[in-house]
Every structure is written in C-alpha cells, then in structure tokens.
C-alpha cells in the first residue's frame, strides 16, 4: 500500500501490460462488476456494493418496474488507475469523478486486491 498516494494505492513490481492483466482478473474474481475498461488511460471502471448492504432484501418486480430500487442507493462506481512507474506499475483507487478515494470503502478495495493477487 502506498500512504504518500493521497488514498487507497498499491504497487506492482511488474510492468504495465502485466499488472492490467493481473487487476482485471483480481476484479473479476473478487465480485466487481467492470462496466468498462480503457487500456489506453489505465482504467477499469467498476461498481461495487458495499458488503454492509449486501445482505439487504431483494426489490419486488414492481419496484424494479417502477424504478425504485432502493439498492441503487448502496451501489458505488469507482475507477481502478494503473499507472506505469519505472519497472512498477501503480494501482489506484478513485471515485467516479477521478478523485483519489480515501474512504474504508477505498482501503477495502485494495485489501480485496492485496489479498486476490498474491
């Protein structure tokens, strides 16, 4: 993990296209949903459902119908940033807007990494 990042960050000793390879299967096997990857910026875009609310009661077909989810509420998009660094690849968590992500939920995310890619 990386203090001096401003948020949740990790770091590679493996190039860029390695460590792209490596994050987006971690993503995959961890329970992220990708919606969208850009290789050419370094990043995955993702959702992801904070556990807390996980357990929550399923909406009923007219809610979904009507819109209203309240699950949506809990569902949070975040952008996973590669970024090359000499001979090491750096891995940042970001909010939706490209912000550095300083929340638990952020440093949950990294340890989910951590602990996928060992």
């Known amino acids: ?3 001096d990042q401003g948020g949740a960050a990790l ?3 493996e190039s ?4 792209w390879r490596r ?3 971690a993503l995959d096997r961890t329970g992220f949903t990708v919606e969208d990857r ?5 990043l995955y875009f993702v959702r992801y459902v904070d556990p807390k609310f996980a357990s929550r009661e399923e ?3 007219f809610s979904k119908m009507l819109g209203l989810d309240k699950n949506e ?3 949070q998009r975040y952008r996973v940033a590669l970024k090359r660094a000499g001979e ?3 891995v940042v968590v970001q909010n939706s807007q490209g912000a550095p992500e300083n929340s638990e939920t952020g440093q949950r995310i990294v340890t989910l990494l951590v602990d996928e890619l060992k």
């Open 1 to 3: 993990m990386l203090p």
């Open 11 to 13: 770091e590679f000793d």
């Open 16 to 19: 860029f296209d390695r460590a």
């Open 23 to 25: 994050v987006g299967l």
């Open 38 to 42: 850009d290789r050419t910026g370094g």
């Open 59 to 61: 909406p009923g077909f």
């Open 73 to 75: 509420a809990n569902l």
């Open 88 to 90: 090491k690849t750096q």
